[in-house]
C-alpha cells in the first residue's frame, strides 16, 4: 500500500483532496489489488473496443470514453486521480505507477479510467494553482469525467515549440479582462473540450488563461493527421482572434506561466511513461506467445537464440524503465511535484522511457514478421502510436540538453582543474 506524499500542492478549498496527492483509495485499500482490477477491467471491457477500433482504423472518440468510463466506474477502477470524495481512486503517485501502468496495457485505457493526456496534467495543474470557484467550475467537472481539457502551448513556426519561451500568441489588458490573439497547432483533445488552457504572452512573460470552448472568438480548426489515433479530441488546430475572457480567466498569477507549466510537467511526463510501459509490457508477452506457437527451420522461433535476445532485451528494458519510474514516483511524492529533484527524475525517466518503449514495440514488431506491419495488427498499431511520445512532452533531445545542464550546474568548477586535481 503506498502512502500519502509528504508534500502536496495548495489546493482551492472545497477540493475534497488534491489530485495525485490524496490518500490511497479509502481505509484499507490495496494498490496491488487495485492496480489487478484495472487490469480485469482492461482485459475485459477495453481490449475489446481497442482490437475494432485497430482493425477498423478508427480514432478514439467521445462517445466511447463515455461508455468505457461508465464501465470504469461500474468495476470500481475510475479516476486514479480523482479524489475519493469526488468518486475516484486518490492515488499517490507512487500509487498511481501501478495501476496506470495496468490501465496502460490498452491504448485507450488512460482514457477509460479518466487519466489520460492533456487532462491528468491539468488535474495537477489546476489543483496547484486554481481559485475555489475555477475548482467548481473546471477542475472537478473534470475530475469527474464529466469533461475533457486541453493545454495550448504549441504554436506553428516561428512561435513556441521544443522552447516555450519562443511564445507569441498574446493577451492584451482591457477594461475587465484580457483579449487573446494567436495560433496554436498540435493541442491533444481541443476538438470536444470544455476548455482549453492558453499559454499567452503578457508584459513580463507569459500566463495561462481559462477559456471556454465555446468562447467566439476560439475557434477549433482540423485535427492534425498525425500518426497516432488514441486521443479523444485529436490534436488540432487552434486560433484565438480578438478571443475576450473576463480577469477571473486568469490561471494563478499574470506572468507566471512558464512557472505553472513546470508544476504540470513532472507529473505528466511520469504517468505518460507509466501508460507506455503498460502498453510495451503487453506486447512483449504478446510477442512471446506468438513466437512460441510459431516455427522455422525446424523448431519454434522461441527456441532460436537471436529471437530470445529480443525478448531478454525487451524484459530488461521493462524492468529498468519500471524500476525507474517507480522511484520517480516516489520522489514525487516526497518532495513534491515542482521539486527540482522531482523535475530532474521525471526528465530522466521520460527520456529513458521514451526510448525503452521504442526499443521493445519494435522488436516485438520484428518477432512478428510480415504481420508486424500490417496497419490492421495490434502491435504495428502499438509502434506507430508511439512514435510521438519520443517528441512531445519534452523531446530527448530537449530533455538531455536541460539534464545536462542540471549536472553541469551542479558539479561547476569555479577554476580550471589542473591534470593532477582530475585524477
Ligand atoms: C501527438 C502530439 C501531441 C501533442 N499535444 C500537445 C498539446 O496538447 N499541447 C501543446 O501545446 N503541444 C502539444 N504537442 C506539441 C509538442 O509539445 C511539440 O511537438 C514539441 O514541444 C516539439 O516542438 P516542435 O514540434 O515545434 O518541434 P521543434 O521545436 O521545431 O523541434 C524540432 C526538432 O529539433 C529538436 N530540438 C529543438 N531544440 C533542440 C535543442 N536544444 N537541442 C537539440 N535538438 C533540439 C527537437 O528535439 C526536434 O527533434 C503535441 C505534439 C504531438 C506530436
Redesign the pocket.
Same mark, same amino acid.
Given at each position: 500500500m503506498t502512502t500519502a506524499p509528504a508534500t502536496r500542492p495548495p489546493a482551492p478549498a472545497g477540493t475534497p483532496e488534491p489530485a495525485g496527492s490524496s490518500p490511497p483509495a479509502g481505509p484499507g485499500a490495496d494498490v496491488a489489488e487495485l492496480a489487478r482490477r484495472t487490469r480485469a477491467f482492461v482485459d475485459d471491457h477495453v481490449l475489446p473496443v481497442e482490437r475494432e477500433l485497430v482493425v477498423a482504423g478508427r480514432h478514439m472518440d467521445d462517445d466511447v470514453r463515455v461508455d468505457l468510463q461508465r464501465a470504469a466506474r461500474a468495476a470500481g477502477v475510475f479516476g486514479p486521480l480523482t479524489p475519493v470524495g469526488l468518486g475516484g481512486l486518490g492515488l499517490s503517485n507512487a500509487g498511481l505507477a501501478e495501476v496506470l501502468e495496468a490501465a496502460g496495457r490498452s491504448l485507450i485505457g488512460p482514457t477509460a479510467v479518466n487519466c489520460a493526456?492533456?487532462d491528468d496534467g491539468n488535474m495537477h495543474l489546476l489543483a496547484a494553482v486554481c481559485t475555489q470557484a475555477q475548482a467548481e467550475r473546471y477542475l472537478h467537472p473534470l475530475l469527474r469525467g464529466e469533461t475533457r481539457s486541453?493545454?495550448? &502551448?504549441?504554436?506553428? @513556426?516561428p512561435?513556441?515549440?521544443?522552447?516555450?519561451s519562443m511564445v507569441r500568441t498574446s493577451a492584451v489588458p482591457v477594461d475587465g479582462g484580457w483579449v487573446i490573439d494567436g495560433a496554436?497547432?498540435?493541442?491533444?483533445?481541443?476538438e470536444g473540450a470544455a476548455f482549453t488552457i492558453c499559454?499567452a504572452r503578457t508584459e513580463g512573460g507569459t500566463t495561462m488563461f481559462l477559456v471556454d470552448q465555446d468562447n467566439p472568438g476560439l475557434r477549433v480548426g482540423r485535427r492534425?493527421p498525425? &500518426?497516432?489515433h488514441s @486521443?479523444a479530441g485529436g490534436?488540432c488546430e487552434v486560433t484565438f482572434a480578438d478571443c475576450f475572457v473576463p480577469d477571473d480567466a486568469v490561471l494563478g498569477d499574470v506572468g507566471a506561466g512558464l512557472r505553472y507549466a513546470q508544476v504540470r510537467l513532472a507529473p505528466s511526463r511520469l504517468a505518460f511513461c507509466m501508460a507506455w510501459l503498460g502498453l510495451a509490457a503487453r506486447a512483449h508477452e504478446m510477442a512471446a506467445a506468438w513466437i512460441t506457437g510459431r516455427s522455422s527451420f525446424g523448431q519454434r522461433i522461441s527456441d532460436h537464440g537471436m529471437a530470445q535476445a529480443h525478448v531478454a532485451d525487451n524484459e530488461i528494458d521493462i524492468a529498468a524503465a519500471r524500476a525507474l519510474v517507480r522511484s520517480v514516483a516516489r520522489v514525487l511524492d516526497e518532495e513534491g511535484l515542482a521539486s527540482s529533484g522531482a523535475r530532474h527524475g521525471a526528465a530522466i525517466a521520460k527520456t529513458f522511457v521514451a526510448e525503452a518503449v521504442w526499443r521493445v514495440l519494435d522488436r516485438v514488431v520484428q518477432l512478428y514478421g510480415g504481420l508486424g506491419i500490417c496497419e490492421d495488427h495490434l502491435v504495428a498499431r502499438f509502434l506507430v502510436e508511439a512514435r510521438?511520445?519520443?517528441?512531445?512532452?519534452?523531446?530527448?533531445?530537449?530533455l538531455?540538453?536541460s539534464i545536462a545542464r542540471r549536472v553541469l550546474r551542479a558539479h561547476s568548477s569555479p577554476a580550471p582543474i589542473s591534470p593532477e586535481e582530475a585524477r
Open positions: 493526456a492533456p486541453s493545454i495550448a &502551448l504549441t504554436e506553428p @513556426a512561435g513556441a515549440g521544443s522552447d516555450p496554436k497547432h498540435f493541442i491533444t483533445g481541443a499559454i492534425m498525425t &500518426l497516432d @486521443a490534436h510521438g511520445f519520443r517528441i512531445y512532452e519534452g523531446s530527448s533531445e530537449v538531455r540538453a
